[in-house]
C-alpha cells in the first residue's frame, strides 16, 4: 500500500489470479508514452472481487496471463494496482508495446451526461483524474491519454467519457499538484530560515 499525497493507492498485483507472469517481448519502458482509459462494461460490484472476477474473465474466455489492465478504480475512488506498469499487458491490442492501461468500472454511456461527473460518480472522476496526473508527473514520458475507442478495432465507444474534458482536467491536477509542492519547498524553506535566524539571534 502506497500512500501518494492524500490517496492510497492499493497494491493486488500479488493477489490477482495468473496462470504465467506477463513479459516484455520487445517493448522498451522509454518507448511507453500512452495510458489507455477503459471501462468494465459491467456494473461496479465490490472491488476486490471484481478484480478478481474480471483476472478469471480474461484467463478463462482470452487465454491471457491475467487481467489485462495495469490500474482498477471502483467507484468510490478506490484506487487498485493489479500490474506493474513496466509489464506489457493486455487491453488494447498491438498498442500494448507502448501504453499502459487503467480502468473504471460501469457500464455507463457516454450520452448519460453532457460533462463526465454526470456520467460516473464524482469520486470516481476525480481518483481517475488524480491517477493520471499522478503518473504523468512521476513518468514525463506519459503525454498522450486516449481512450479505449481510439484504438479498438472492433468499434468500442468504451470509455465512454469526453476525452477532451478528461485531458483538460488532468493538466489542471499537474498544475495544482506542481504549485502545491512547491508552496511546501518554499514553506519549508522559510520555515528554516526563520529558525536559523532565532538560533543566531538568541546565540
Same mark, same amino acid.
Given at each position: 500500500?502506497?500512500?501518494?499525497?492524500n490517496?492510497? #493507492?492499493?497494491n493486488?498485483? !500479488?493477489?490477482?489470479? &495468473?496462470?504465467?507472469?506477463?513479459?516484455?517481448? %520487445? &517493448?522498451?519502458?522509454?518507448?511507453?508514452?500512452? #495510458?489507455?482509459?477503459?471501462?468494465?462494461?459491467?456494473?461496479?460490484?465490490?472491488?476486490? @472481487?471484481?478484480?478478481?472476477? @474480471?483476472?478469471?474473465?480474461?484467463?478463462?474466455?482470452? =487465454?491471457?496471463?491475467?487481467?489485462?489492465?495495469?490500474?482498477?478504480i471502483?467507484?468510490?475512488?478506490?484506487?487498485?494496482?493489479?500490474?506493474?506498469?513496466?509489464?506489457?499487458?493486455?487491453?488494447?491490442?498491438? %498498442?500494448?508495446?507502448?501504453?499502459?492501461?487503467?480502468?473504471?468500472? =460501469?457500464?455507463?454511456?457516454?450520452?448519460?451526461g453532457?460533462?463526465?461527473?454526470?456520467?460516473?460518480? *464524482?469520486?470516481?472522476?476525480?481518483?481517475?483524474?488524480?491517477?493520471?496526473?499522478?503518473?504523468? !508527473?512521476?513518468?514525463?514520458?506519459?503525454?498522450?491519454?486516449?481512450?479505449? @475507442?481510439?484504438?479498438?478495432?472492433?468499434?468500442? /465507444?468504451?470509455?465512454?467519457?469526453?476525452?477532451?474534458e478528461? &485531458? /483538460?482536467?488532468? *493538466?489542471? *491536477?499537474?498544475?495544482?499538484?506542481?504549485?502545491?509542492?512547491?508552496?511546501?519547498?518554499?514553506?519549508?524553506? =522559510? /520555515? #528554516?530560515?526563520?529558525? =536559523?535566524?532565532?538560533?543566531?539571534?538568541?546565540?
Amino acid at each position: 500500500m502506497a500512500i501518494l499525497e492524500n490517496r492510497v #493507492i492499493i497494491n493486488r498485483i !500479488n493477489d490477482v489470479p &495468473r496462470t504465467c507472469a506477463w513479459k516484455a517481448r %520487445d &517493448r522498451s519502458w522509454d518507448q511507453v508514452n500512452t #495510458i489507455v482509459v477503459h471501462q468494465t462494461d459491467s456494473s461496479c460490484r465490490e472491488a476486490e @472481487t471484481q478484480i478478481i472476477d @474480471t483476472a478469471n474473465y480474461h484467463i478463462n474466455s482470452r =487465454g491471457w496471463c491475467s487481467i489485462g489492465y495495469h490500474i482498477f478504480i471502483d467507484q468510490y475512488g478506490k484506487i487498485f494496482q493489479v500490474n506493474n506498469l513496466k509489464d506489457r499487458a493486455a487491453h488494447a491490442g498491438n %498498442d500494448n508495446d507502448y501504453s499502459i492501461g487503467i480502468v473504471i468500472c =460501469g457500464d455507463h454511456r457516454i450520452d448519460d451526461g453532457t460533462i463526465n461527473t454526470d456520467i460516473i460518480p *464524482k469520486k470516481q472522476y476525480n481518483a481517475l483524474v488524480w491517477t493520471l496526473a499522478h503518473i504523468q !508527473n512521476l513518468y514525463p514520458q506519459f503525454n498522450n491519454i486516449i481512450g479505449h @475507442t481510439d484504438v479498438s478495432t472492433s468499434g468500442k /465507444s468504451c470509455p465512454n467519457l469526453h476525452l477532451g474534458e478528461l &485531458r /483538460s482536467d488532468v *493538466k489542471k *491536477k499537474r498544475l495544482m499538484k506542481l504549485i502545491t509542492k512547491w508552496v511546501f519547498i518554499a514553506f519549508l524553506f =522559510g /520555515s #528554516i530560515v526563520a529558525i =536559523g535566524r532565532k538560533i543566531l539571534y538568541y546565540n
